[in-house]
């Protein structure tokens, strides 16, 4: 399994774990979404900027460039 892999299963995985903490032990307005939609509010920035990264991570690429053949 490549590094990158691990790495991204491990954020996804502690990001997961991190809300589920959060929401049990305090409320759910302490969670990460309830965080970026309060912030999206204030800084119309912030869902522009998630969408510039979603973009980014999910354009379409050559497949010879990310492996397949």
Not at 50 to 60: E, K, N, P
């Amino acid at each position: 399994m490549s590094k990158t892999l691990i790495f991204i299963i491990f954020m996804v995985t502690s990001i997961v774990i991190f809300d589920f903490y959060i929401i049990a032990a305090e409320s759910a307005q302490e969670s990460i979404s309830a965080y970026i939609i309060r912030w999206s509010k204030e800084y119309a920035s912030i869902p522009f900027l998630i969408g510039f990264v979603c973009g980014h991570l999910f354009w379409r690429m050559s497949d010879k460039r990310v492996g397949l053949k």
